[in-house]
T-cell receptor
Framework: AQSVTQLGSHVSVSEGALVLLRCNYSSSVPPYLFWYVQYPNQGLQLLLKYTTGATLVKGINGFEAEFKKSETSFHLTKPSAHMSDAAEYFCAVGGGSYIPTFGRGTSLIVHP | DSGVTQTPKHLITATGQRVTLRCSPRSGDLSVYWYQQSLDQGLQFLIQYYNGEERAKGNILERFSAQQFPDLHSELNLSSLELGDSALYFC????????????FGSGTQLSVL
């Protein structure tokens, strides 16, 4: 079985500040890990994914995430928040033969 | 635009009724997934079809059913609707043979009154 836990249903940052969204996973097999973003009134779109290889993964819009097996974590970061980053972010585990299982989501609020 | 089309965007109906949600996957994608998004449950996987065949089943109620047609579009049928079925229903598709990247439609917002 696979599951993810996203710490914090809401994260609030100032424009220009570091963004850190936390995700911990549980998986009985080597996981594929994903971050998706959902803007208002839209479907989810893939930000980045980790399957194998390099543990630091770069995605779109300046986001990146690091797979840490020892900590079972896949936290999402961005050095400098922009107003347009305000959205709902979902961590997911799955891939291969496993259907992606999503976390509850974290709402990112960016203050001017 | 993800290339996945869902209709209708909004649906308002009454308890006890039956509705059909429709999804057209991206051109070339054989897999279709249905997810339900609600405030209390988050994003829950319902069911997956691959090239017309049911591939995986998640937390789908017996009152719900789905199918994928030869042209690869899919329909999710919800019957004997209850207030608690009010949610955003997403369809997603993926490239053949892998669940590594899902392309989501913009969803159907179902309101059961």
């Amino acid at each position: 079985a696979q599951s993810v836990t996203q710490l914090g249903s809401h994260v609030s940052v100032s424009e220009g500040a570091l963004v850190l969204l936390r995700c911990n996973y549980s998986s009985s097999v080597p996981p594929y890990l994903f971050w998706y973003v959902q803007y208002p009134n839209q479907g989810l779109q893939l930000l980045l994914k980790y399957t194998t290889g390099a543990t630091l993964v770069k995605g779109i819009n300046g986001f990146e995430a690091e797979f840490k097996k020892s900590e079972t974590s896949f936290h999402l970061t961005k050095p400098s928040a922009h107003m347009s980053d305000a959205a709902e972010y979902f961590c997911a585990v799955g891939g291969g033969s496993y259907i992606p299982t999503f976390g509850r989501g974290t709402s990112l609020i960016v203050h001017p | 635009d993800s290339g996945v089309t869902q209709t209708p965007k909004h649906l308002i109906t009454a308890t006890g009724q039956r509705v059909t949600l429709r999804c057209s996957p991206r051109s070339g994608d054989l897999s279709v997934y249905w997810y339900q998004q609600s405030l209390d449950q988050g994003l829950q996987f319902l069911i997956q079809y691959y090239n017309g065949e049911e591939r995986a089943k998640g937390n789908i109620l017996e009152r719900f059913s789905a199918q994928q047609f030869p042209d690869l579009h899919s329909e999710l049928n919800l019957s004997s609707l209850e207030l608690g079925d009010s949610a955003l229903y997403f369809c997603a598709s993926s490239v053949p043979g892998a669940n590594e990247k899902l392309f989501f439609g913009s969803g159907t917002q179902l309101s059961v009154l």
